[in-house]
């Protein structure tokens, strides 16, 4: 094994790998300074890039990118207080309160030498799992690689933000979309409505793209302008470094924490970072400052932030559970290579497995290296609007879309999912578990079919893996039930809970839409899916059908309980304010901010002003209108080509929806025009050809 | 010095907030309450003062830069360097002590000031 770890260093010495390596930081560093990216959208746009490369050159590209998106995303919050993703939103409870007190230099090294050694302890983790779990996953047979599958798309459900029946909702049309296509094992083709197109499957990277990618430009690209004036970049870097060598105890443990966040499927850098920041509240002693500019709520964090990426491929690689988003994606890439994660990458593939283990930390060093070189730059890079950016990232996005199979078609599924991804972010459901589930629909019906044509009868349902991972779905659905009791009798809740007070939501988008009409309708609308694709499977062969029929049952049992859960809380926002018509509240009532829960034990949160709600209609609009400008950009690269769209689309969106200066609009149009015209001689891209070339 | 009291809306809330009154009587000290349940909105100073009529002029309501509710209170009398903080208890059956936590249990053990546990008077 330690031959297989000195191999991959030294495959490392290959100037090529090195160079993809060193693209995906610098790429992961930028995306990381976007808004709303993070390492799901970095993984997502480079994915593309990957097409046709070598696993090794396109795995050190993409862990480089995810070691350091969450290295760069702390500028911007702790510079202009606009944190880009979730997780950086708790640096920035300390980090911009230190830098406003003129020593933003001190809060970023900080901040850029914790994401360092986060992700090397979260390399270290990861190369110490190996090891330990070997054994373990040498003994799996496919009864206990389709339990996997299972628990992997549950965990990710019960674990993930917003109540379990939404996430479970989630991953069942997760699961459905991924079963469209052809069977594997009838090879029958299933929901695809006798189009060619959709048998082939949907593609990984428009799903990807679309639910996250575009329903984040959705929701962004109606910003105004970011007037904060960025913070003087003030202080000397010395005094931070060696400021951080006296934090090493905070370092250690939120590297932990993160590891363990990263390894829990669904439980991603976000809540790690808020888990590692309640930790280093709770551990200190005197709490005075925290909030206020204090070290130790950035150091701690930051390590997590960056060490549940590392984590996240433990199961991942391991198991097969994807650990997160990023990781879900990274699984389908491998799971087209011909590579299965489990006892195969263990024994064949090991030095794919160090080959990750040294990108992540030369990437992680590399990073905070170059974060510490160009904080200026980066610091200028986020003062540029998100509208600005909206259509170079949608016309990169959508052309990523396309490499996978080369169909129009593509692009219009990830518009598509993108309305869909953004409705599930208005009303609050979560989509790890949507995109979990896409991705491990077909090799959970593969290892149902290897087992059931492998072992007669149940007799492997008694293998004692198979129960320990069975009590392993159970728990965490008690665990969240005793959770709810909890809530619900009443004011000692008592449990540690360590997000932000409730009045500081990063996105304001995300569950904005929860319990109003716009949540009943996407139930219902959940029911109707899941009671058509029942309905439509039933003309499938019985072993195709199985599959499609168990997860649409589960899926409309799901369904069900979501739309009983949205009427009820109507209903009784109806009673506590029946005097309120001036107000409306938009929030749930009662519960925790993006519980879904109908408990009531506590006093209505504050309703909501008339404001907010116009707010929400507004969001809508926008969002309502650029989907139909994504549409009509697709109709003219249908028409026209890529090019010429890109050359239409991009000045009239930016002078009239990011209501940019001319001159800004000609020299972005020229340059992407540009860059369109060279990718193809530099990477095997596909232009789009439109019916008029 | 400051009094801190650990406020929620409930009757051992209340009884936090009698006892602090009544504590701070003598020197008529400051009252902080600091709201101690999530997701509960904060009280209106006005309100509390129509009730507690007694601490009218000396009631603020603070909220601390932290989440979490026990760490919150424990924030705020650091703060405002309290010099007593007063936190409300309801009977709990031996289950109900094992089974759910308890922000008062974390507030008497992480305050770095002397605590006053009380209950509310029996029905």
Redesign the interface.
């Known amino acids: 094994m330690t031959d297989a770890a000195f191999s991959a260093l030294g495959s490392l010495a290959d100037p090529s790998l090195l160079l993809m390596l060193a693209v995906g930081v610098l790429a992961g560093l930028v995306i990381g300074l976007i808004p709303g990216l993070g390492g799901t959208g970095a993984v997502a746009i480079l994915l593309p890039v990957t097409f046709g490369m070598d696993p090794e050159p396109a795995l050190a590209m993409l862990i480089g990118a995810l070691a350091v998106v969450h290295t760069s995303d702390t500028v911007a919050a702790v510079l202009l207080g606009a944190p880009g993703s979730a997780s950086a939103s708790v640096t920035m409870l300390d980090g911009y309160s230190m830098a406003r007190q003129g020593q933003a230099k001190r809060a970023l090294s900080l901040a850029f030498l914790s994401s360092m050694a986060g992700g090397l302890i979260g390399a270290v983790g990861l190369t110490l799992a190996i090891p330990l779990a070997r054994p373990l996953v040498l003994s799996f047979g496919s009864p206990e690689l389709f339990m996997l599958t299972i628990l992997g798309v549950s965990l990710a459900a019960v674990l993930s933000r917003g109540n379990v029946v939404k996430g479970l909702t989630a991953g069942f049309l997760g699961l459905l979309l991924g079963l469209v296509g052809t069977s594997p094992t009838t090879a029958e083709e299933r929901f695809s409505f006798g189009s060619l197109f959709l048998s082939d499957g949907v593609s990984l990277v428009a799903v990807a793209l679309g639910i996250f990618g575009l329903a984040e430009i959705a929701s962004r690209v109606g910003q105004r302008d970011v007037a904060e004036k960025p913070v003087e970049l003030t202080g000397g870097w010395g005094s931070g470094i060696r400021e951080w060598l006296t934090h090493w105890a905070h370092v250690i443990r939120g590297s932990l924490i993160g590891i363990w966040a990263g390894v829990l499927p669904g439980v991603g850098a976000t809540a790690g970072t808020w888990l590692a920041y309640g930790q280093a509240v709770a551990t200190a002693k005197d709490k005075r400052t925290f909030g206020k500019g204090d070290p130790r709520g950035i150091v701690g964090p930051e390590s997590a932030n960056n060490s549940v990426e590392a984590g996240d491929l433990i199961p991942t690689f391991l198991f097969g559970i994807p650990g997160g988003v990023p990781s879900a994606m990274l699984l389908g890439m491998l799971l087209t290579y011909g590579i299965q994660p489990g006892p195969a990458i263990v024994t064949d593939h090991l030095d794919l497995m160090y080959l990750i283990v040294w990108s992540f930390a030369i990437a992680s060093v590399a990073g905070a290296f170059l974060c510490f070189l160009a904080t200026g730059s980066l610091a200028k890079l986020t003062r540029v609007p998100f509208a600005v950016l909206g259509p170079g990232l949608l016309v990169i996005m959508l052309l990523g879309a396309y490499q996978e199979g080369g169909q129009i078609g593509d692009l219009w599924v990830m518009v598509a999912l993108g309305v869909v991804g953004f409705l599930l972010k208005a009303t609050g459901m979560p989509r790890a578990p949507f995109l979990i589930g896409f991705v491990l629909a077909i090799p959970m019906e593969r290892y149902y079919y290897l087992t059931a044509s492998l072992y007669d009868g149940a007799g492997w349902m008694l293998r004692p893996g198979v129960l320990v991972f069975g009590a392993v779905l159970v728990v965490p659905v008690l665990w969240t039930l005793v959770k709810k009791l909890r809530r619900s009798v009443g004011a000692d809740d008592g449990h540690r809970d360590e997000h932000e007070p409730d009045d500081a939501p990063v996105d304001e988008l995300e569950g904005s839409m929860a319990g109003t009409g716009w949540s009943l309708g996407l139930a219902l609308a959940t029911v109707a899916v899941f009671a058509g694709a029942l309905w439509a499977s039933t003309s499938f062969s019985d072993e195709a059908q199985l599959m499609p029929q168990l997860v649409a049952v589960c899926g409309l049992v799901a369904g069900l309980v979501l739309t009983w859960q949205e009427v009820t809380i109507r209903r009784s926002r109806a009673e506590v304010a029946p005097d309120d018509d001036v107000h409306s509240t938009a929030y749930d009532v009662g519960a925790p901010a993006s519980s879904g829960s109908t408990l009531l034990a506590t006093r209505p949160v504050a309703t909501e002003p008339d404001a907010r709600l116009a707010a929400r209609r507004r969001d809508l609009v926008i969002a309502a209108r650029t989907f139909a400008a994504m549409a009509g950009f697709l109709v003219l690269v249908m028409l026209g080509g890529y090019l010429a769209a890109t050359l239409v689309f991009t000045p009239a969106f930016l002078l009239y929806a990011a209501r940019a200066r001319t001159r800004t609009a000609v020299i972005y149009t020229l340059v992407l025009g540009g860059v369109l015209l060279v990718l193809p001689s530099l990477l095997p891209v596909d232009l789009p050809m439109g019916i008029l070339q | 010095m400051t009094v801190v009291v650990a406020y ?3 009757p ?2 209340h009884a936090a907030v009698e006892a602090a009154v009544a504590e701070s009587a003598r020197e008529q000290e400051p009252l902080v309450l600091v709201p101690a ?5 904060p009280p209106d100073v006005a309100e509390l003062e129509r009730r507690w009529p007694a601490a009218a002029g000396r009631l603020e309501v603070e ?9 919150a209170v ?2 705020v009398a ?2 405002r360097d309290a010099r007593l903080v007063v936190l409300g208890l ?1 009977a709990r059956t031996p289950v ?1 002590k094992l ?8 507030i008497l053990l ?1 305050a ?1 000031c002397p605590v006053l546990a009380v209950k509310p008077a029996p029905a």
């Open positions: 929620a809306d409930t051992p809330g349940v999530r997701g509960e909105v909220r601390a830069d932290l989440g979490d509710p026990s760490d424990v924030q650091q703060r309801r109900g089974v759910f936590g308890s922000t008062a249990q974390r992480d770095t």
